[in-house]
Structures are given as structure tokens and as C-alpha cells.
């Protein structure tokens, strides 16, 4: 009992420091993503508490933070402006039409789950993804580099530009060697203070979160308790044509939503070697979103980048993202001060190592390993998340392996004939029978100059779908109008039950009541088990 208690004990220490490094990280992202979709910092932020709080209460992936992203932010830019050109510009219509259209993508993503749609995450293979690893830390990457030009898109230069490579590559060094020398200390919030307290002490003129948001046009961080949005009911009209705007934008926020953060549940299974559930994060997700479009945030989902530093800083459980989410809401409260002072470029380190933990380097080692139709997959997926989103590289991603499966599949169809001794030709099918080898499985046949009698034996075959069907019966009457008999044999009793709704006649050519010789099912598990194992190997 002394060792899981001094255990636990231990692990909520490393839980709570890694709490307070995602905190610190995720001030700037929230605030540059609030920039992003058009709307105040403080929305951005009361988002990332709001979700972050929720998700890593009730979520089904302990250790995972979920926060405003970039993702959807560049979704939302354009429903913000296409909302705010509906009412006078005073209004500011746009910002409420957000929060209607994000409470409602957390009704989709909540169906999602009751629906238990989170386990079609199985169907991404492993190359998309990798590939979509790669383009996420090519994202984080490039969105980083922003932090290196000024208030007019400028780059920095000269002692400016120097000055803020020296602290990132002073943050950088200090994550890299610290756990070198100890693995008690988080390197990422040790990283954090030593850089903070070299510009603050040394009073170096280098940009800051403060200075960052008031160059964005914010007033700070400093704000009050996130408070209920009546206005969506008055300034938002709940009719047809509310709905027939915001529905689009929220099925496409939901499915992004979604698809990143399941893929990244993925991600931090494989770090830590355990399993989430998935239908649980869809609910945790859908409810967070309802939550944060009544009380004025912009809405969010899993951050790749954040779980990471959490992760790799030592977060395990639901506490860090809890600490993460509450030290959050208490910079606004209290501290917006201090944390206006922490210098981006410590941030933006931060973020490098990330970006170096996250891309998979041994892509590049198995490139010439793995077939060419992977190597497609991966190249296109990285690309796509960057040129797009990670929605669309997703969805392709799965679609071209979904291609390449189904044409590897179609060239297996094979049929092996023989004729019997009362001059009955057999043709024994092996392989899957689906729209992509119909093609393959009619060339076997030669209807003109086969004899009266075809047995066709589907014992290594299965019919998988309607094209499946239709092939059958066109060569059923292909022979019967030829006045030849054919018999099918062998086929599984769903295989049976499909076409006998496509058809009676099929009643008349299936063999029934025979059982395959080639497989049968053991009765006694335990005397199958025993027998097994009195066979070498």
C-alpha cells in the first residue's frame, strides 16, 4: 500500500508540473487562433479552459489536452466575416453566429458518440497516420515562424533576429540536456522560467505574450469568469435560414474536430502504451463545444502539440489537463500580468522540440521499404495537411488506401477448373468476389464451349457485395440460355441469404445442405485445444 500511494504520490507531481507547462504553452496559441477566426483573445482563451476542462474530466484519453486550434480557426475566419456582413457593423453578428454554429458541431459530435462512430478511427491505416504526424509537426513547424517577423509581416534582422535565435536555441538546449542530467525536473517549464527570467532581469527588448496579443489588436489578457450568452438567442434567428448557414460550418468543424483528435487519442495511445476509448471522446468533445458556445469561446478539439509536451513532460492522468485548464482560467483571473511578461521565443522552443518529438524521422529510413502505394499515402497525406487541413488529408488519405486495397484485392480472383468423370466442368473460385474483380472473375468462364453441366464451388471465395450478386446471376443466365445446367456450391449462409433476396432462381441452382469439406467448427473448444497441441510446429 506505501509503494501505491508513494507511486501515485509521484506521478501527480509530475501531473501537476506538466500541468503548468501546458498552461504557459497553450496562452499564445489560444490568443494566435482567436487571431486567426476574427475574434477577441479572450474568446480563444475561455475556449481552451472551457474544453480543456471538460474533456480532460469526462474524455476518453487521460492525458490528452484539447483546446482552441488553428485547424478550426481558419474554418471559422470565414463564417465570422460571412456573419458579421448579415447585420450593421456595430453588431458584430459574426461572433454569435459562432457560438450557434459551435454549439451546434458539438450536437453532431455528440451524436457521433451515441452512435459509437469513434471506432471507425480503426479504419486509418498506419501510413496515413504517419503521414498525418509529419504534416502536423510541418504545421506547428511553419506556424511557429510567424513569431519570427514584426507587427508588419516583416522578418526580424540584425541584433533582433539574433537575439530571439539565441533564447529559442537557449530553450531548446536547456529541454535537450536537462533530462540528461535528471528526469526529476520538467525540461519544458524549466526551460520556460530560465529564458523568462534572463529577458525579465536582463530587461532585453524581445517580443512577449503582451506584446504579442496587443500587436494583434487585444487589450490583454486580463478578463472576468466566462459568462452565459443570452445575446445567441436574441441577435442569432433560430429559423430555416440560420440553420441552412451554420449547419455546413458545423459539420465541417465537427468532422475536423473529430478526426484530430481520435487520430491524436491514436497518437498518445502509442506513447503510452495504453488504450482510450474513443465513443467516450466524442461525447467528452460534443459536450465540451455545447458547453463553450453558450459561455463564449470559439470552440476546439484535441491539440497535437500540447498532448505531447504533456505527455513527454510526464502527464499521465486526467489531473494534468485539469491543472492545465484551471492555471489557465487563473492567468485571466490573476496573473495576466506576470504571464504577459514570458517571452515567445521560449514559447516558440518549446514548440521546436515539440515539432522534433512529433515528426516521424524513420519515415525517411523506411521509404524504400515499404511498398510504393504506402509511400503515395504518406507523401500525400503530409502534403494535404498542410496544403489543407487535416480533415481533407485525412479522408484522402483513407480513400487512396481504400483504392489501392480494393485493386490489390480484385487481381487475387482465381479459378482453378477441372472436369469430373461424368464430364462435369468444376470451377473452384478462391478469392474475394466484389465490384473490383468482377471484371477478372467473368473472364474465367467460357459459356460457348463449356460442357452441358458447370459446377461452380465458392469453398475459398466469398461474395461481398450487390456487383458480386449481379455478376452471379448474369452468369447463371448466360449458361441457362445457352441450355446448359449450373449449380453453385458451397456458399456461406450469408452469401445464401443475399441472393435468394435478389432472386428465386437462385433456389434452383444453389446446392443446399452441404457441408464444406475443407473447415468445421470444434464442438468441444477444450478437446480441439488439446489436440492442437500435439502437433509440431
Known amino acids: 500500500m506505501t509503494e501505491f500511494i508513494r507511486k501515485r504520490a509521484a506521478n501527480a507531481k509530475n501531473d501537476i508540473l506538466s500541468g503548468i507547462t501546458v498552461a504557459l504553452a497553450l496562452v499564445p496559441e489560444a490568443v494566435a487562433f482567436a487571431f486567426v477566426a476574427g475574434v477577441d483573445p479572450l474568446v480563444g482563451l475561455y475556449a481552451a479552459f472551457m474544453i480543456g476542462l471538460i474533456t480532460s474530466i469526462f474524455g476518453g484519453r487521460p492525458g490528452m489536452i484539447s483546446g482552441a486550434t488553428g485547424a478550426l480557426a481558419v474554418v471559422m475566419v470565414s463564417l465570422v466575416a460571412e456573419g458579421n456582413a448579415m447585420g450593421e457593423p456595430s453588431e458584430q453578428l459574426g461572433l ?102 534572463i529577458v525579465i532581469f536582463g530587461n532585453l527588448d524581445v517580443a512577449t505574450v503582451g506584446s504579442f ?107 494534468s489537463g485539469i491543472v492545465a485548464a484551471v492555471l489557465l482560467l487563473i492567468f485571466i483571473l490573476f496573473a495576466s500580468g506576470l504571464i504577459e511578461q514570458v517571452p515567445i521565443a521560449a514559447l516558440v522552443g518549446v514548440m521546436f522540440m515539440v515539432v522534433i518529438g512529433t515528426f516521424a524521422w524513420s519515415s525517411f529510413r523506411i521509404l524504400n521499404k515499404i511498398p510504393l502505394s504506402d509511400v503515395i499515402v504518406l507523401v500525400a497525406v503530409s502534403s494535404l495537411t498542410v496544403i489543407f487541413d487535416l480533415a481533407i488529408a485525412v479522408i484522402a488519405g483513407v480513400i487512396i488506401s481504400a483504392l489501392v486495397f480494393s485493386w490489390e484485392n480484385a487481381k487475387r480472383i482465381r479459378a482453378r477448373k477441372r472436369i469430373k468423370d461424368d464430364g462435369t466442368k468444376i470451377y473452384e473460385i478462391w478469392g474475394p468476389l466484389f465490384f473490383g474483380s468482377i471484371i477478372a472473375f467473368n473472364e474465367k468462364f467460357d459459356v460457348k464451349n463449356d460442357p452441358d453441366k458447370v459446377e461452380i464451388d465458392f469453398v475459398e471465395s466469398r461474395v461481398s457485395d450487390h456487383s458480386a450478386i449481379e455478376a452471379i446471376f448474369n452468369l447463371v443466365e448466360k449458361y441457362e440460355a445457352a441450355g446448359k445446367q449450373i449449380r453453385l456450391k458451397h456458399l456461406s449462409e450469408d452469401c445464401k441469404v443475399l441472393l435468394y433476396k435478389s432472386s428465386p432462381k437462385f433456389r434452383e441452382v444453389i446446392e443446399e445442405g452441404i457441408d464444406d469439406p475443407r473447415y468445421h467448427l470444434a464442438e468441444n473448444p477444450e478437446a480441439f485445444t488439446k489436440g492442437l497441441s500435439e502437433y509440431k510446429f
Open 96 to 197: 454569435y453566429y459562432l457560438f450557434a454554429t459551435v454549439i451546434l458541431m458539438g450536437i453532431i459530435q455528440m451524436l457521433a458518440g451515441v452512435f459509437k462512430l469513434g471506432k471507425f478511427v480503426r479504419l486509418i491505416p498506419h501510413p496515413v497516420m504517419m503521414g498525418f504526424v509529419n504534416g502536423l509537426a510541418i504545421v506547428i513547424f511553419l506556424s511557429q515562424l510567424a513569431m519570427f517577423k514584426d507587427v508588419n509581416g516583416d522578418w526580424f534582422s540584425g541584433t533582433q533576429l539574433w537575439t530571439m535565435l539565441g533564447l529559442v536555441g537557449l530553450t531548446m538546449a536547456i529541454m535537450f540536456g536537462l533530462p540528461k542530467l535528471t528526469k526529476k525536473l520538467p525540461e519544458a517549464l524549466i526551460a520556460i522560467l530560465v529564458v523568462s527570467g
Open 213 to 319: 496579443i496587443r500587436d494583434g489588436g487585444g487589450t490583454g489578457l486580463e478578463g472576468g469568469l466566462p459568462q452565459f450568452q443570452t445575446d445567441i438567442f436574441s441577435k442569432v434567428p433560430f429559423n430555416f435560414q440560420t440553420l441552412k448557414f451554420i449547419f455546413p460550418y458545423a459539420l465541417i468543424l465537427a468532422a475536423i474536430g473529430l478526426i484530430e483528435s481520435l487520430m491524436t487519442l491514436n497518437l498518445v495511445d502509442e506513447l503510452t502504451e495504453t488504450r482510450g476509448n474513443a465513443n467516450r471522446e466524442c461525447m467528452a468533445q460534443g459536450g465540451a463545444n455545447i458547453v463553450t458556445g453558450l459561455f463564449g469561446g470559439m470552440g476546439g478539439c484535441a491539440m497535437i502539440g500540447q498532448s505531447l509536451i504533456n505527455i513527454k513532460s510526464g502527464g499521465r492522468t486526467r489531473l
